[in-house]
């Protein structure tokens, strides 16, 4: 049987911290901390629900951050 590859490391970020922040500045400082991927999505947006290490999602209302999680 195959060994269960290590997942990569994620940032050692907060993603409380990006609360209340305007989306496209939070965009550029997720990226600048390393995360692969960064999803804005609007509030009540049905997603999908598999876990992706290295991505932030952020619930945007009114251009600012609402919401912020891993996965």
């Known amino acids: 049987m195959a060994p269960i590859p290590t997942p990569p490391a994620e940032p050692e970020d907060s993603p409380e911290s990006y609360v209340g922040l305007e989306a496209r500045s939070a965009e550029n400082r997720a990226r ?38 891993k996965g």
Not at 46 to 64: K, Q
């Open 32 to 69: 600048e901390h390393g995360w692969s991927s960064v999803r804005s999505l609007p509030p009540g947006a049905i997603i999908t629900m598999e876990y992706r290490v290295g991505r932030l999602n952020f619930e945007v209302a009114g251009g600012r951050v609402a919401r912020c999680w």
